[in-house]
């Protein structure tokens, strides 16, 4: 479990908030869709990669936004960063799931999506594992939420919502598809 | 289970289920990894893997090296011929040495059971069994369980046969740990000069009538007959032991419609298994060795990967 997402949440001692509920997630989204077709001209070269686990409903989101407004089949993969993590040695190794990238990213405009921008660390290592799948024109980094705190140069290139947070906070996006409903929550932590 | 806690694999007997399914789950992750055009992820960058080899070995040793530069790794081999072991050096100070070069992980193969046991209690270091004598073989079993995986989908109820020289096989006792533990029924089928003493204390049904062992069976894994062991008049030829206990088309005919054929490697064409059997529709021969690549990937990323928890984003 990432500290961007919540550890061992208990209802009693831990306060949640919601910062985002369905339809705020829902608007969000549409307007990263938006921006990511007018900046890229269209839909035409694009694909969609959602980092593993909780990047992943979102891309899928966005192809489908995309579809819905240029009627054009977006393709999406899922990719997992465990394996070019930079804090393995501190880390607990995990069970990690195949990425599935059912496409060749050379040449393509690849869309990175995570829920959750944070330290910067896992976009990088996204960005490595996509290098050694083919060489983009160019990569685009859309994020739900930027919650600051990076320790990386890495800037989101579409943000549903910029969230200011303390680094003992945590937040925590529920989609439908994994949890039942859409919402953003913030905990306060310890 | 997510994690894995122990510091040594050292056999089948006394791992769990659950970090079998966690083995063989991150393998199978690990496998999209060998269909890419670069095969390389930085995760063990830094980490350093010794090849420890008292015994000849092609493919598991190729198979470990593999996993460790795939995944950035630095790997040293040492094998007995050309090394101080030749001076008359102890497996204990070899191990003792090679700790202080910095080594993180060994992977041992040696003639003794229990080698590897007695390198995990001397040495801080991970060590990984790669056979050990009579004793067991657990990456073999574990990749011959993950080929059986990916064909059935389960293990529950399955009907495996081992067949050939159980006696001498580190392969057979791997096998009959892990897939009995899975839920899985084992038969062992050799000539009764090739079965241990006490088989019967096993969680195995025994045969020495390779057509009654073979009846119904899901999978068959066919043994290496140990042609350098065969001196000592276990079966009175190798003729003979080819046509009493040699896996072909016929026999074959009596096994399940979609039975498995496995083979550890290296195979004694015309003896243990027919050319036919063994380049047939039921082998799944050369998924074991890529198998191997895997479930060695795995277990290197497992106990190489770290401890505790880490913030991430």
């Known amino acids: 479990m990432s500290r961007a997402g919540r550890l061992f949440w208990c209802p009693e001692v831990d306060t949640m908030t919601k910062v985002m509920d369905a339809d705020e997630i829902r608007r969000a989204l549409t307007r990263i869709a938006h921006e990511i077709i007018e900046r890229n001209k269209g839909a035409q070269n694009l694909v969609i990669i959602g980092v593993q686990s909780r990047g992943v409903p979102m891309a899928k989101r966005l192809a489908s936004l995309l579809e819905k407004i240029e009627g054009v089949d977006v393709p999406v993969g899922s990719l997992n960063v465990a394996l070019y993590r930079d804090d393995y040695a501190t880390r607990s190794a995990r069970t990690i799931s195949a990425s599935e990238i059912p496409f060749d990213v050379t040449d393509k405009s690849v869309i990175l999506v995570d829920e959750v921008l944070f330290t910067g660390r896992t976009t990088r290592a996204a960005l490595d594992a996509i290098m050694d799948l083919g060489r983009p024109s160019v990569i685009q980094l859309a994020v739900l939420i930027d919650r600051g705190h990076k320790e990386l140069p890495v800037k989101a290139d579409y943000v549903g919502k910029n969230l200011p947070t303390a680094l003992k906070e945590s937040v925590d996006v529920y989609w439908v598809e994994t949890r039942g409903e859409d919402a953003v929550m913030i905990s306060k932590g310890d | ?313």
């Not at chain 2, 991150?26 to 008292?54: D, M, N, W």
């Open chain 2, 1 to 313: 289970m997510t994690k894995l806690t122990r510091k040594d694999i050292l056999g089948l007997q006394d791992m769990s289920t659950d970090e079998i399914y966690l083995i063989l789950e991150t393998a199978q992750s690990h496998k999209e990894i060998l269909g890419r055009p670069v095969k390389k992820v930085p995760i063990l960058r830094g980490k350093s893997i010794c090849t420890l080899f008292y015994e000849n070995s092609t493919r598991t040793r190729t198979s470990f090296e593999l996993a460790a530069k795939i995944m950035s790794a630095d790997t040293t081999s040492i094998s007995v011929a050309g090394s101080s072991i030749n001076k008359g050096e102890s497996f204990k100070d070899t191990l003792l040495t090679l700790e202080a070069m910095g080594v993180d992980l060994f992977v041992i193969r040696h003639g003794a059971g229990g080698a590897p046991h007695f390198a995990a209690r001397t040495v801080k270091s991970h060590i990984i069994n790669a056979g050990d004598g009579m004793h067991e073989h657990p990456t073999q079993g574990l990749l011959d369980m993950l080929t059986i995986l990916e064909n059935k989908g389960k293990f529950d109820g399955l009907k495996v046969l081992v067949v050939g020289d159980i006696m001498h096989s580190r392969v057979a006792r791997s096998n009959l740990w892990g897939l009995s533990k899975m839920g899985a029924e084992v038969r062992l089928c050799g000539p009764s000069t090739l079965l241990p003493a006490e088989i019967e204390q096993l969680p195995v049904k025994v045969y020495t009538d390779l057509d009654d062992a073979i009846d119904g069976v899901d999978v068959v894994n066919v043994l290496r007959i140990q042609l350098e062991r065969m001196n000592r008049g276990f079966f009175p030829s190798v003729i003979e032991y080819a046509s009493m206990f040699g896996v072909n088309k016929t026999r074959l005919m009596k096994a399940k419609s979609d039975v498995l054929v496995l083979h550890p490697g290296p195979m004694n064409r015309g003896i243990e298994i027919t050319p036919d059997v063994a380049d047939g529709d039921f082998a799944v021969i050369t998924d074991q060795v890529t198998n191997g690549v895997a479930v060695r990937m795995a277990l290197l990323y497992l106990l190489l990967g770290g401890g505790g928890n880490v913030v991430s984003d």
